[in-house]
């Protein structure tokens, strides 16, 4: 089945820097990534996705990269923000027909003010 | 739409007992999907339901979880007989099969097993 890597595990950045988090994943058939942001006690959130046929993808200050060749695809988050502080899931969701997704372990975000 | 309903937010239960967690997912959507999340293990799929009828229950634990979608409104997810280690939160979520596939989360069920 599919297996997600999510790197680093933590990472702590000065407000207004940016912030970066890489994944990979092992099905090639996978078409879909989203990243979920996760507040303490909250539920997961979808923040952004992109799909296989997209190679960039932004939304004011998010952007999400995907390298299909290498099956690896980073989160960027520019002018961070103490309200970015969280944890971010990577997830993939694998083809034929899969549908569930597969997370990678999470990496907690502190964007210290 | 209220979006996806879990109940209880919180059980706490003792080791033995049968724990029932309960799921209403967004109307209209056909998929719905159980998760647990621990420190240890992330959020791993239990098992997820396309139109009531299972479809991946390979990561249900072992013998003692079972889960069950009776119509398109409700799903249950059992433990019986609970142990420590099933202590977790419990997410369900659910997504619809049209362009938009997002997949929207409940709030989760904090179980903890005593």
């Known amino acids: 089945g599919e297996n997600v890597e999510q790197h680093p595990s933590t990472l702590s950045v000065q407000e207004g820097d940016s912030a970066v988090i890489k994944c990979t994943y092992s099905?090639?058939?996978?078409?879909?990534f989203p990243w979920y942001k996760q507040e303490l006690g909250k539920r997961p959130q979808l923040i952004i996705d992109i799909r296989s046929n997209v190679g960039e993808k932004k939304d004011q200050r998010i952007a999400v990269t995907l390298n299909k060749t290498a099956k690896h695809f980073s989160l960027h988050i520019t002018e961070t923000q103490p309200e970015d502080s969280a944890v971010y899931f990577c997830a993939a969701r694998g083809g034929a027909g899969r549908r569930a997704l597969t997370f990678g372990s999470g990496t907690r975000l502190q964007v210290q003010p | 739409d209220a979006g996806v309903i879990q109940s209880p937010r919180h059980e706490v239960t003792e080791m033995g007992q049968e724990v029932t967690l309960r799921c209403k997912p967004i109307s209209g959507h056909d998929y719905l999907f159980w998760y647990r999340q621990t420190m240890m293990r992330g959020l791993e799929l239990l098992i997820y339901f396309n139109n009531n009828v299972p479809i991946d229950d390979s990561g249900m634990p072992e013998d003692r979880f079972s889960a069950k979608m009776p119509n398109a409104s409700f799903s249950t997810l059992k433990i019986q007989p609970s142990e420590p280690r099933d202590s977790a939160v419990y997410f369900c979520?659910?997504?619809?099969?049209?362009?938009?596939?997002?997949?929207?989360f409940g709030q989760g069920t904090r179980l903890t097993v005593v």
């Open positions: 979520a659910s997504s619809s099969t049209g362009a938009n596939t997002e997949a929207f």
């Open positions: 099905d090639s058939a996978s078409n879909y």
